[in-house]
C-alpha cells in the first residue's frame, strides 16, 4: 500500500555551480515521479517534497550523496498523495527571498553572523528562566491560525517586507532584550536573525528546526497554540488531536484553521475562511470595498 510522505529540509552552503545542481535534482525528482518545489542558489538548497515513502527516501539517499548536503536535517510529515501540483526545480539570486542578498553571508557551516539556536527543549529551558519576546518570522496571514503565545507579529505580507519592517523602527525598543524567532523549518529565521543582529539587536535566538520540529517535541502542550500554516495543498497541519482553534472566518466569524485564496483571479492573499463559506468565494477586504 502507497504510503505518501513529505519531506522538508534546507541546506545553506556555499554553491559553485547552482544551475548544474537544478538540472541533477530535477532529473532525479522526474525519475522518482516526486512533486514538489526545489529552490537553489549560491548560498544553497531549500526543497520541500513529496510522493510515495519509498520514492522519497531513494531521493533523498540520492541527494546525501552529494558532499555539501550530506549532512542535511530532514523534517518529515504524512501526505495526501495530492500535495504538490507539479515538480519544480528553479535556480534564484537568494535561497530566501528577504530582497537582501548582499547582506547574507553564507560558508560551509551555514549562515555567518546568524542568531544562536535553540532545539525545543533548550527554548523550553530559556524560557523558564528569562522572559522572551517570541517573533514570529512568517508572513503575518500565517500566524492567524497559529502562533507562539503572546508573539510579536510584524505586520508583513511577504519576506521582503521584513527588511523595511526592521528598519522602520517599530522593534528598536527589543534591540536589547532577549529575542526568539520562529518559522516553519526554521529557514526564515537563519537570514532573519542576521539581518536583526546587522541592525543592532543584541540578544538574538532562532528556534532550530522551526515550528515543525518544536511541534514533533511538544504538540500542543508547550507555548505553541494552533495550527501551522503549510505552503502546499494541506493548507495547514496540527500536531495533535487537541489543538486550539485561533482563527476567525472573513464571512460569519466562525472559528475555523481553513485557509484558501481571495476569490479575486489576480489576488494571492490568503484568507482564513471557514468550509461552509467557502463556496461562496470570500474576498479580501480590498475586493469586498470595490465590490
Not at 10 to 17: G, I, K, R, S, W
Not at 42 to 51: C, D, L, R, S, Y
Not at 108 to 131: F, I, N
Not at 221 to 234: E, H
Request: a negative charge; hydrophobic letters at 35%; proline letters at 4%.
Amino acid at each position: 500500500m502507497a504510503v505518501p510522505k513529505i519531506l522538508l529540509f534546507y541546506v545553506f552552503t556555499p554553491l559553485a555551480d547552482p544551475e548544474a545542481l537544478r538540472l541533477w535534482q530535477r532529473d532525479l525528482g522526474e525519475s522518482l515521479g516526486l512533486r514538489g518545489r526545489i529552490r537553489l542558489s549560491h548560498q544553497g538548497i531549500n526543497a520541500t517534497v513529496g510522493g510515495e515513502l519509498d520514492d522519497v527516501k531513494r531521493y533523498l539517499r540520492k541527494t546525501r550523496e552529494y558532499a555539501p548536503f550530506h549532512d542535511l536535517d530532514v523534517k518529515w510529515s504524512d501526505g495526501t498523495g495530492d500535495d504538490f501540483p507539479r515538480w519544480s526545480v528553479k535556480v534564484r539570486d537568494e535561497l530566501v527571498s528577504f530582497g537582501a542578498p548582499g547582506e547574507l553571508r553564507v560558508d560551509g557551516s551555514g549562515v555567518v553572523g546568524g542568531g544562536t539556536k535553540l532545539d525545543p527543549d533548550q527554548l523550553h529551558a530559556l524560557a523558564a528562566e528569562r522572559d522572551l519576546t517570541f517573533f514570529d518570522g512568517r508572513n503575518e496571514f500565517e500566524a492567524r491560525i497559529g502562533r507562539f503565545r503572546d508573539a510579536v507579529v510584524p505586520d508583513v505580507a511577504t519576506t521582503r517586507d521584513f527588511v523595511a519592517e526592521l528598519d522602520s523602527g517599530r522593534y528598536d525598543h527589543l534591540k536589547d532584550q532577549p529575542v526568539v524567532t520562529y518559522c516553519t523549518g526554521g529557514i526564515r529565521c537563519e537570514v532573519l536573525t542576521s539581518l536583526m543582529i546587522d541592525r543592532g539587536f543584541q540578544e538574538v535566538y532562532q528556534l532550530d528546526g522551526g515550528i515543525v520540529r518544536y511541534g514533533e517535541r511538544f504538540g500542543d502542550d508547550g507555548l505553541w497554540d494552533g495550527s501551522l500554516y503549510v505552503f502546499d495543498r494541506r493548507g495547514s497541519v496540527t500536531f495533535s488531536d487537541h489543538a486550539a482553534v485561533l482563527g476567525s472566518c472573513v464571512r460569519c466569524s466562525a472559528a475555523t484553521s481553513a485557509m484558501r485564496n481571495c476569490a479575486d483571479v489576480q489576488c494571492r492573499e490568503q484568507l482564513v475562511v471557514c468550509p461552509e463559506c467557502a463556496p461562496a468565494a470570500p474576498l479580501c477586504a480590498e475586493h469586498r470595498a470595490a465590490a
